[in-house]
Nanobody, 123 residues
Framework: VQLQASGGGLVHTGDSLRLSCAASGRTFSNAAMGWFRQAPGNERELLAAINWSGDRTYYADPVKGRFTISRDNAKDTVYLQMNNLSPEDTAVYSC?????????????????WGQGTLVTVSS
């Protein structure tokens, strides 16, 4: 599976942004997907995950209630809607795919990684 994230940019505090992750290669619809971010000096952290059918999701505490993960298997794309952004959300955001795991919540469970997209939130 090849993954390419897009949609990052420079926004202001309180703004919203939607990231997209386009997949190609092996069957995307069989994969659980996750969104990660990595800020300078920090480890890569899982923000949200979604199972293959889209009816199960997971959110990390820092983004609960603000971020929403979704997918469109017809378009081989997973999305991350981010609302009420703050400077603490500034990071490189990337998507990943996991095969054979219903709802992966650990970094090591992911098999394929895409290049990230930078999100910068100014105060």
């Amino acid at each position: 599976v090849q993954l390419q994230a897009s949609g990052g940019g420079l926004v202001h505090t309180g703004d919203s942004l939607r990231l997209s992750c386009a997949a190609s290669g092996r069957t995307f619809s069989n994969a659980a997907m996750g969104w990660f971010r990595q800020a300078p000096g920090n480890e890569r952290e899982l923000l949200a995950a979604i199972n293959w059918s889209g009816d199960r999701t997971y959110y990390a505490d820092p983004v609960k209630g603000r971020f929403t993960i979704s997918r469109d298997n017809a378009k081989d794309t997973v999305y991350l809607q981010m609302n009420n952004l703050s400077p603490e959300d500034t990071a490189v955001y990337s998507c990943a795919a996991a095969m054979g795991i219903r709802l992966p919540t650990q970094r090591y469970e992911y098999d394929y990684w895409g290049q990230g997209t930078l999100v910068t939130v100014s105060s």
